[in-house]
């Protein structure tokens, strides 16, 4: 069964934490994005990439950062971490540069102390 | 940049009934719309999409609806079940089919609950 792992539900961290949330996928995608989800604003785009080492900044990248040094693994870094950066937070994989069928993860909830 | 509106934000209708969730556009250069349910603890599922060169497409029970000259397009769910009680998201983009880099413009989730 394909999927999109990311490793943790949940973390709680303190304000000027640096801060890794990983993700993996099976699928060997080219392309995998991070998207941020808050109630009433939907989900609004981080960052992405569309190879090894490659990324792009999304609407939203200010306080992140990415690092995609396997085709299969893609972090998002918070340098310093800040209570608005309290989220949703989800990885999502496609075979399609374009972004179309997106595949996502379960998503881990960060609460930011 | 794209922007994408959503509604109702909230829904709820009885078993049964039909449910129609509605978003606008504003970028004329879209051609991509996929619809995205989440369900409780889960990520986002991609349920139906559609194409600019199509103006209906019907999966069973869900149907999607485009309406170019107006930039927007609507989720249609018929016999709706207590399982179809979910957050569904809209989305928008361009260079679908093509070769750019492209990127989702997602609208703001409408959270349908489905009474028995």
């Known amino acids: 069964d394909v999927k999109v792992t990311q490793s943790s539900r949940y973390l709680v961290k303190r304000t000027g934490e640096k801060v890794f949330l990983e993700c993996v996928q099976d699928?060997?995608?080219?392309?995998m994005f991070w998207y941020r989800q808050d109630p009433g604003l939907g989900l609004r785009l981080i960052y992405f990439?569309?190879?090894?080492?490659?990324?792009e900044k999304g609407d939203i990248p200010e306080g992140y950062s990415v690092s995609r040094e396997k085709k299969e693994r893609f972090s998002l870094i918070l340098e310093s971490a800040s209570t608005n950066q309290t989220s949703m937070y989800l990885c999502?994989?496609?075979?399609?540069?374009?972004?179309?069928?997106?595949?996502f993860g379960s998503g881990t909830q960060l609460s930011v102390l | 940049g794209e922007n994408v509106e959503q509604h109702p934000s909230t829904l709820s209708v009885q078993e049964g009934d039909s449910a129609v969730i509605k978003c606008t556009y504003s970028?004329?250069?879209?051609?991509?719309f996929p619809w995205y349910k989440q369900e409780l603890g889960k990520g986002p599922q991609l349920i139906i999409d559609?194409?600019?060169?199509?103006g209906e497409k019907k999966d069973q029970r869900i149907a999607v609806t485009l309406n170019k000259t107006a930039k927007h397009f609507s989720l249609h769910i018929t016999e709706t079940q207590p399982e179809d009680s979910a957050v569904y998201f809209c989305?928008?983009?361009?260079?679908?089919?093509?070769?750019?880099?492209?990127?989702?413009?997602f609208g703001q989730g409408t959270i349908l609950t489905v009474h028995p």
């Open positions: 559609i194409r600019s060169n199509v």
């Open positions: 699928m060997d995608h080219e392309n």
């Open positions: 990439s569309y190879d090894v080492k490659m990324k």
């Open positions: 999502a994989s496609s075979p399609q540069v374009t972004g179309e069928k997106l595949l």
């Open positions: 970028d004329s250069a879209s051609n991509y």
């Open positions: 989305a928008a983009s361009k260079n679908a089919g093509g070769t750019s880099y492209g990127k989702l413009t």
